[in-house]
């Protein structure tokens, strides 16, 4: 094991945990995402020790972690805990420099954010205290429909006519689908149905906040295509969307530990 | 300069609602419950009762909820709550203003509900400006002091005077420390400001200015302590009297260096006009004041007002304080936050209970706020 410095950031969210660690020049060592579970203080344990043993360094080496998420407080290493908001922005904008906005949808929220022409959080907009329309939305969907949630977006793709779901309320659009289900619609257009709506309550977010192209999606939602697509339709634009768009608030902090130094 | 010690008569008052006001009545003193800024105390004072604010309070709002309809807002729910539970067995009156409807009929369910407790409602002008304002409100004041006689004997006008005299001394100590706040956040936070008004709207004023003016004497001469810069805030909105809401963004790293609150600068703000009578002296203080929500000034901008306060004390951007189904602040939001858009003055807003203390979501988004203005700072 090497005695260079690393930097580590650690976005312990509702639904996952993430942590990335990056070497003196910015270049990532290795990425981990695990499942929070009930014990966050844990979760971010294991997700920091999964990626010190992805990139042969010991959890101890770093120099400087910053902790984000939900539940960065619960980060025992951390230096320092920094938003989402800033992190997401500054993880997006190391992606893709040309970026004026960013969309991310995770697990209980989604935000979207505003960025000057430098990259910087000019305005941003969360959803309310309901996790209406985000990822665990989705993760309910997908179990009513009995799809694998990494197959959600594709088969939205196949949709020929999509339903209508009128309520982004997981209670609510549950029932909406099993009334579908009960008329027997096609499952493709109840899951392109799904993703609209998600979408469309995003977009209300994305309106509010004069988001402008080029807009980056980040967050485990942004690994549906379905929901991009459909964002795509209402923002009348193209959305950029990078390898591993849930890994890029942790990609944002390990950054800002970096800069710190 | 022991700040703990100065604060700590404040913060006892501050931090037990009905405390004092309880005390007050076991003692003999009668006491007014005033159900907003526009009551006009003075003329209470001087019938010789202790006016104190109803402020609305922590805890579930069930038995309001069983009158009120779902679009009245937590501020109604709450106090007409407190009043359905019997927690004031202490108060001889109530006053109520007309400022919104749903504060109209909360006062009409408050009598229907409370028989025993006397009831009365200011209407003061919603037009502010003009001379049919003042008259009006002239009338209205001698119609008030009328009604207080009639329970508690005349009301002479040196007793007026006197009343109008000391709530014109303790605004302008207020006045005084809120510019002392902004001028040296690093002495007085936003908390401890939030505090002192808190305790005012609870105490009698007589009691209430030697002890600002104690903090106000010992901070004038202290200089403030060096190092942090902080992004500096300014908040506006609906009623809130959570002190919790200014910790919360003081916890975040921002200085709370200005507020358009009623419980805060907007019920001090105003001068000490003079008139041929005391009524009249009286309305014009109420009609000169800074107008709330539910009062409109002729050529009056909310929006500009807003800009130029937050220009005023030096505010870096704008924390809005919005009780849901507030209809009259949501109202002013509109143009207010396009007038803070245009001066290029960052706001956020928040959305406010008033039966609980800030939930844990809120604090992501003010922090987020401040990492926004900081980073905007350093450039």
């Known amino acids: 094991m090497s005695d260079a410095p690393i930097y580590a950031g650690v976005d312990v969210g509702s639904a996952t945990a993430k942590a990335v660690l990056l070497d003196a020049t910015g270049a990532v060592l290795a990425a981990s995402v695990i499942?929070?579970?009930?014990?966050?203080?844990?979760?971010?344990?294991?997700?920091?020790?999964?990626?010190?043993?992805?990139?042969?360094?010991?959890?101890?080496?770093?120099?400087?972690?910053?902790?984000?998420?939900?539940?960065?407080?619960?980060?025992?290493?951390?230096?320092?805990?920094?938003?989402?908001?800033?992190?997401?922005?500054?993880?997006?904008?190391?992606?893709?420099?040309?970026?004026?906005?960013?969309?991310?949808?995770?697990?209980?929220?989604?935000?979207?954010?505003?960025?000057?022409?430098?990259?910087?959080?000019?305005?941003?907009?969360?959803?309310?205290?309901?996790?209406?329309?985000?990822?665990?939305?989705?993760?309910?969907?997908?179990?009513?429909?009995?799809?694998?949630?990494?197959?959600?977006?594709?088969?939205?793709?196949?949709?020929?006519?999509?339903?209508?779901?009128?309520?982004?309320?997981?209670?609510?659009?549950?029932?909406?689908?099993?009334?579908?289900?009960?008329?027997?619609?096609?499952?493709?257009?109840?899951?392109?149905?799904?993703?609209?709506?998600?979408?469309?309550r995003v977009y209300g977010l994305a309106s509010r906040a004069r988001l402008a192209p080029p807009t980056i999606m980040t967050g485990g939602v942004a690994r549906n295509e379905g929901v991009v697509k459909a964002m795509e339709a209402l923002l009348g634009a193209p959305i950029r969307t990078p390898d591993d768009p849930q890994t890029v608030g942790a990609y944002g902090a390990a950054l800002l530990a970096l800069e710190s130094e | 300069m022991d700040m703990t010690a100065l604060m700590a008569p404040f913060e006892k008052v501050a931090s037990d609602y009905y405390g004092y006001a309880r005390d007050a009545a076991a003692a003999g003193r009668k006491v007014a419950g005033c159900m907003c800024s526009y009551a006009p105390q003075e003329l209470l004072y001087a019938a010789g009762y202790l006016p104190i604010r109803i402020l609305g309070r922590e805890g579930d709002t069930r038995r309001a909820d069983e009158l009120?309809?779902?679009?009245?807002?937590?501020?109604?729910?709450?106090?007409?709550?407190?009043?359905?539970?019997?927690e004031w067995p202490f108060l001889d009156l109530v006053m109520f203003s007309h400022t919104c409807d749903t504060m109209q009929?909360?006062?009409?369910?408050?009598?229907?509900?409370?028989?025993?407790?006397?009831?009365?409602?200011?209407?003061?002008?919603?037009?502010?400006?003009?001379?049919?304002s003042l008259r009006y409100c002239m009338a209205e004041l001698?119609?008030?002091?009328?009604?207080?006689?009639?329970?508690?004997?005349?009301?002479?006008?040196?007793?007026?005077?006197?009343?109008?005299?000391l709530y014109g001394d303790h605004r302008k100590t207020m006045q005084d420390l809120y510019a002392l706040r902004a001028a040296k956040p690093g002495l007085l936070s936003g908390a401890q400001m939030m505090t002192i008004s808190v305790a005012?709207?609870?105490?009698?004023?007589?009691?209430?200015?030697?002890?600002?003016?104690?903090?106000?004497?010992?901070?004038?001469?202290?200089?403030?302590?060096?190092?942090?810069?902080?992004?500096?805030?300014?908040?506006?909105?609906s009623m809130c009297r959570h002190v919790g809401f200014i910790e919360l963004m003081e916890a975040a790293g921002c200085a709370v260096v200005g507020d358009d609150l009623c419980v805060g600068s907007r019920s001090f703000?105003?001068?000490?006009?003079d008139g041929d009578t005391p009524i009249?002296?009286?309305?014009?203080?109420?009609?000169?004041?800074?107008?709330?929500?539910?009062?409109?000034?002729?050529?009056?901008?909310?929006?500009?007002?807003?800009?130029?306060?937050?220009?005023?004390?030096?505010?870096?951007?704008?924390?809005?304080?919005?009780?849901?189904?507030?209809?009259?602040?949501?109202?002013?939001?509109v143009p207010v936050k396009k007038a803070l858009?245009?001066?290029?003055?960052?706001?956020?807003?928040?959305?406010?209970?008033?039966?609980?203390?800030?939930?844990?979501?809120?604090r992501t988004r003010v922090e987020a706020f401040v990492e926004m203005l900081r980073e905007s700072e350093g450039a």
């Not at chain 1, 949808?105 to 505003?114: E, F, W």
């Not at chain 1, 977006?153 to 009128?166: D, E, K, L, W, Y």
């Not at chain 2, 290029?344 to 809120?362: D, F, K, M, T, Y």
């Open chain 2, 269 to 273: 703000a105003h001068g000490d006009p």
């Open chain 1, 35 to 200: 499942a929070s579970g009930g014990n966050l203080t844990d979760a971010a344990q294991r997700c920091l020790s999964l990626a010190s043993d992805k990139a042969g360094v010991s959890p101890d080496a770093c120099a400087a972690v910053i902790a984000t998420g939900y539940g960065r407080e619960r980060v025992a290493a951390r230096s320092r805990s920094v938003t989402e908001i800033t992190c997401h922005a500054r993880g997006a904008r190391a992606l893709f420099p040309e970026a004026r906005s960013v969309v991310d949808i995770g697990g209980q929220d989604s935000k979207a954010i505003a960025l000057d022409e430098r990259g910087r959080v000019l305005r941003f907009e969360m959803n309310d205290k309901c996790a209406a329309g985000t990822g665990r939305f989705l993760e309910v969907m997908a179990r009513l429909l009995e799809i694998e949630l990494d197959e959600f977006g594709g088969r939205a793709m196949h949709a020929a006519a999509p339903v209508t779901i009128s309520s982004t309320c997981t209670v609510f659009a549950e029932s909406e689908v099993i009334s579908h289900l009960a008329r027997n619609q096609n499952i493709d257009d109840i899951i392109a149905g799904l993703c609209n709506a998600i979408a469309s």
């Open chain 2, 200 to 237: 005012a709207f609870l105490m009698d004023r007589a009691e209430h200015l030697p002890l600002a003016r104690a903090v106000l004497s010992a901070l004038n001469t202290a200089a403030e302590p060096g190092g942090v810069s902080w992004p500096r805030v300014f908040v506006a909105g």
């Open chain 2, 142 to 165: 001698e119609r008030l002091k009328k009604k207080l006689e009639a329970k508690t004997g005349p009301i002479s006008d040196e007793k007026l005077t006197e009343a109008i005299r």
């Open chain 2, 280 to 333: 009249e002296a009286l309305a014009r203080a109420y009609l000169e004041r800074i107008p709330c929500p539910a009062f409109h000034r002729d050529g009056r901008h909310p929006g500009h007002a807003l800009v130029e306060a937050a220009r005023r004390d030096k505010a870096d951007g704008v924390i809005f304080l919005l009780t849901n189904f507030c209809d009259p602040m949501a109202f002013d939001y």
């Open chain 2, 68 to 86: 009120l309809q779902a679009f009245s807002c937590s501020f109604a729910r709450s106090v007409l709550d407190s009043a359905l539970e019997q």
């Open chain 2, 105 to 132: 009929n909360v006062a009409d369910l408050w009598r229907a509900h409370t028989p025993d407790t006397d009831t009365l409602i200011a209407s003061m002008p919603t037009r502010t400006d003009g001379e049919a």
């Open chain 2, 341 to 362: 858009d245009d001066a290029g003055i960052p706001a956020l807003s928040l959305s406010v209970e008033q039966h609980r203390e800030p939930p844990e979501q809120l």
